[in-house]
């Protein structure tokens, strides 16, 4: 079967993302734990500051409960934390810890090396480019 470059870079980035998924420094994270830090980060990579109301309704399809959970497990977890506004202290902000920011890091790594190793291999003698 031949397989695409993207495919090639896809099935390299899942095999590193695995090695991720077991490395002991990390939590280890259920797929909605990691569809809601996706989002999380998505949101704070556009500057947004989100209050925990907030991120209960961001999941579609989610129950605010539910969603409220996994926030309380991704804390306990200790993936996110909480930050009191300084207006009203009832308003909770949620923000990275350090290991989620290095969770989100490896992730990133992971990106780069799949991808540098799918297009920097020559095929049929030439360098293919995205």
């Not at 920011?101 to 049929?124: H, K």
Request: proline share 5%.
């Amino acid at each position: 079967m031949s397989v695409t470059k993207h495919a090639s870079t896809y099935a390299k980035f899942l095999n590193l993302l695995s090695a991720v998924r077991q490395m002991p420094s990390l939590p280890v994270l259920d797929t909605v734990e990691e569809r809601l830090l996706g989002l999380l980060l998505s949101a704070w990579e556009s500057g947004k500051q989100l209050q925990v109301t907030e991120v209960t309704r961001m999941e579609q399809g989610t129950p605010e409960r539910t969603a409220f959970r996994r926030i309380k497990t991704l804390h306990s977890k200790g993936m996110l934390s909480f930050v009191s506004s300084e207006h009203d202290h009832r308003v909770k902000y949620i923000v990275p810890t350090k290991a989620a920011e290095e969770y989100f890091d490896r992730l990133g790594q992971c990106l780069e090396q799949a991808r540098e190793t799918s297009w920097n291999r020559p095929e049929n003698g030439s360098k293919h480019r995205p």
